[in-house]
């Protein structure tokens, strides 16, 4: 019977039961066969026996008479410290086939990849959100990046004695650097800028660190949308009653794209983008002109207010009761979706807000926002059609017992079956752990014990 072997992320599954590697083109006898470039015999070392494709041999046999390394292949090598005869996880191999038959090989950054330039076990990836380094090395197998923002790095770990056992970690530098050592090459590190609203060039300061603590492989910049907000009115934010003053679309042009110019800048100085703050669909176009590594879509605020919202409207409906639209008025203030300002706002103005908001959502029942992943299939066909091969889409921010299972069913949609490996899922650690069990492995659990217990 006729065998499948392995074929380590290559394209194509190697034919028949021929196996293929660089050392093949090695011969050790003068003018025959291909030879290592003197002085690169260590870094080659690291992909000879390494399977390729037949296709791949052929043509590398035909072109190549010396096998040696780029320069980046050494530099990747020798800053995480990869063991003999392998390649990292995070980055998938290339050759360059240079003058005079020289084939070159490189190591290109891509998170599909496992170590030896195999693929991961399922296209859509894993991510996760903490700046914990006591939970993400119980999770770094199984995740590809990790997500920081200044609340998950401070107000999550740092300043939090449960979390932050002993108050080992003081500053963000010390706990990104443990990350950092706990996560090895595979997952990409994306940290936010503490103040997106400085000034751009402190900005690229602030981030050309991160580049240097994480090395340019792993360092992702999460920049958000800012809105309205800026260095001016950002006060507003922090003081009193912390309502802002204005509506959340009604900002000067310069202000609302901010993020936008902030990530083209630091993309002109190499960084990669996490482009973040992202919860309708409308939102997502524009922000693929910031030529983004990373997009996001939020489901867990945008699901449960769009459901309130609903509710109001529904019992306005069968009760005539103005005191349901004065309630969805106070929550339309609280959520941000008016200012302050609005609060004598006329209450059949405020239905049709609530109206447009919920049709736009699409979350009646048996249209695709009913799960609250609108926006998520909206991403994807947005990304289909776009010119950044890329750029992934995050699906992030959820809770409860239906949002991780929504979501998981989401990504066996055969309208999605070709966009698979742009989705990367990221969620609190122990909030995706539980997602690893059920009622039923406690029932087997039992049974197993029991049954090991009167073996012994």
């Known amino acids: 019977m006729k065998k499948t072997l392995p074929n380590y ?251 936008h110019n902030l990530a083209l800048a630091l993309r002109e100085h190499g960084f990669r983008i996490n482009f973040t703050l992202m919860f309708e669909p409308y939102q997502t176009a524009l922000a693929l002109q910031a030529k983004p590594y990373f997009i996001n879509t939020f489901v867990r605020h945008r699901q449960t207010q769009s459901m309130a919202i609903k509710q109001q409207l529904d019992l306005f409906r069968v009760s005539d009761d103005p005191k349901f639209l004065a309630d969805l008025r106070t929550f339309l203030i609280n959520g941000d979706y008016l200012p302050p300002s609005s609060a004598e706002m006329d209450l059949f103005e405020v239905k049709k807000i609530g109206e447009r908001i919920v049709n736009y959502r699409q979350i009646e029942d048996g249209f695709e926002g009913d799960d609250g992943l609108d926006k998520a299939r909206y991403d994807l066909r947005l990304l289909r059609q776009c010119n950044l091969p890329d750029t992934r889409l995050i699906i992030c921010s959820m809770e409860g017992d239906t949002m991780y299972p929504a979501i998981s069913s989401l990504l066996a949609e055969e309208e999605f079956e070709d966009m698979m490996d742009r989705v990367v899922i990221t969620a609190e650690p122990g909030y995706l752990a539980r997602f690893a069990s059920t009622n039923q492995v406690v029932s087997y659990q039992r049974r197993f014990l029991n049954a090991a217990k009167g073996a012994r």
Request: include cysteine.
């Open 9 to 259: 992320g290559r394209e194509n599954l190697l034919s028949g039961e021929i196996r293929a590697s660089l050392r093949a083109m090695i011969s050790g006898k003068k003018d025959d066969g291909a030879s290592v470039i003197s002085g690169e015999e260590k870094y080659v070392d690291h992909i000879l026996d390494l399977p390729i494709t037949l296709d791949l041999y052929e043509e590398l046999k035909f072109a190549g008479r010396k096998i040696g390394i780029t320069k980046n292949f050494k530099e990747v090598i020798d800053f995480f410290k990869v063991p003999e005869k392998e390649t990292p996880q995070g980055f998938r191999i290339e050759y360059v086939i240079e003058a005079d038959g020289v084939v070159r090989a490189d190591l290109v950054r891509d998170i599909s990849y496992d170590k030896n330039g195999q693929k991961r076990p399922t296209s859509f990836l894993f991510s996760a959100d903490s700046a914990n380094p006591y939970e993400v090395g119980a999770i770094r197998n199984l995740i590809v990046n990790l997500t920081c923002n200044p609340g998950i790095i401070y107000d999550l770990f740092i300043n939090n004695p449960k979390a932050n056992v002993g108050k080992k970690f003081k500053t963000r530098d010390e706990v990104m650097q443990e990350i950092g050592r706990i996560l090895g090459p595979g997952a990409d590190i994306s940290v936010e800028l503490n103040n997106p609203f400085a000034d751009v060039k402190k900005c690229i300061e602030e981030a050309e660190k991160f580049r240097e603590m994480l090395s340019p492989y792993r360092v992702v910049i999460k920049v958000p949308h800012t809105g309205p907000v800026n260095a001016q009115n950002m006060g507003q934010l922090l003081e009193g009653d912390k309502k802002f003053k204005i509506k959340y679309d009604e900002g000067t042009t310069a202000d609302m794209v901010h993020g």
